[in-house]
Nanobody, 125 residues
Framework: QVQLVETGGGLVQAGGSLRLSCEASGRTFSSDAMGWFRQAPGKEREFVAGISWTGSTSAYADSVKGRFTISRDNAKNTVCLQMNSLKPEDTAVYYC??????????????????WGQGAQVTVSS
């Protein structure tokens, strides 16, 4: 059974940091692009960050550029999202995703085949 499991969410004050991890199991994801998306209450799911299959190429939403960093470890089948200088508007459920259709990060959710269950991130002001 293919699974993506996110950990590391929680409550943090504005200006603080959190690190999300996503561990994949059931198949190897070393040839997949990986991404992080988020969904805030009453809003659509949006792209946050993506990374290519080798980790050499990454992409970020303008709203998180310079504050968030995506990374991956193919040997451990994991992808991480380091979030610094967090703002209340970063509050959302964060989802890890994997795409078998592309080697490079995509901002489009329909490109991704596998999704985690989500991790809540709450940033207080």
């Amino acid at each position: 059974q293919v699974q993506l499991v996110e950990t590391g969410g929680g409550l943090v004050q504005a200006g603080g940091s959190l690190r999300l991890s996503c561990e994949a199991s059931g198949r190897t994801f070393s040839s997949d692009a990986m991404g992080w998306f988020r969904q805030a209450p009453g809003k659509e799911r949006e792209f946050v960050a993506g990374i290519s299959w080798t980790g050499s190429t990454s992409a970020y939403a303008d709203s998180v550029k310079g504050r968030f960093t995506i990374s991956r470890d193919n040997a451990k089948n994991t992808v991480c999202l380091q979030m610094n200088s967090l703002k209340p508007e970063d509050t959302a459920v964060y989802y890890c995703a994997a795409s078998t259709r592309t080697l490079y990060p995509s901002r489009h959710s329909y490109v991704y085949d596998y999704w985690g269950q989500g991790a809540q991130v709450t940033v207080s002001s």
